[in-house]
């Protein structure tokens, strides 16, 4: 039974990134498999690692991958998915705080990334500024600077799973806005998917090891 959950996850993620070609006559099928992603991650959390808070991060992932699918255009959805997401980042970024401040020792190198994560957060908001309707704008720039957050703390924990993980992340989520508000290119769905995938199962599998080392 060990890696059960993983193997399963593999085969999930396949399936939900291939349905638009094998399941084009029955799109409803990622209702399924796209929330399926974060269970499975879920039960992999439970047989790995006993502590609540990584296992509290992947609820509210799953809540914002199931707001973020909500059939129709209404606001709303996006709005509580982008809330629950920017938990699962606040929630994210505090374990890696924590795990970097159990280090004895932080080389000055890695604090250095810090200007280049501010500057593509700040170009990036100013680039869709323009295009963000009013009552997007906060939000959007709260989850953009708490995206970044997680890519700089993760830089600080000095492990290159993580940093992989988050940098996948920033790449997933900045498609998904690029998508969202300017223009939304043909396969950018797959784009997003598979790069939250990998994503998710770097940062929670790396997590899972660090934290089973205490």
Not at 125 to 149: D, R, W
Request: with cysteine.
């Amino acid at each position: 039974m060990k890696n059960v959950f993983l193997k399963l996850f593999w085969l999930d993620a396949i399936l939900e990134l291939l349905s638009p070609i094998l399941f084009s006559n029955f799109p409803e099928i990622r209702y399924a498999t796209k929330p399926l992603l974060m269970i499975l991650l879920m039960g992999h959390i439970a047989q790995e690692n006993p502590k609540p808070a990584l296992f509290i991060t992947a609820i509210f992932a799953l809540l914002g991958d199931v707001f973020l699918m909500l059939p129709g255009d209404s606001p709303l959805f996006f709005q509580l998915g982008l809330g629950a997401f920017l938990i699962m980042q606040v929630s994210y970024i505090r374990l890696f705080a924590k795990q970097a401040s159990e280090e004895a020792w932080i080389p000055a190198y890695v604090r250095s990334p810090l200007a280049g994560v501010l500057i593509y957060v700040f170009s990036f908001l100013a680039f869709l500024n323009p295009y963000l309707a009013g009552g997007m704008k906060i939000p959007v720039t709260l989850y953009a600077f708490a995206l970044g957050s997680m890519l700089y703390f993760a830089i600080r924990l000095k492990n290159q799973t993580i940093v992989l993980g988050a940098f996948f992340f920033v790449v997933s989520d900045s498609v998904l806005a690029f998508g969202k508000f300017y223009y939304s290119f043909p396969g950018i769905s797959t784009v997003v998917m598979s790069t939250y995938i990998v994503a998710q199962l770097l940062l929670i599998s790396a997590l899972c090891k660090l934290q089973l080392k205490k």
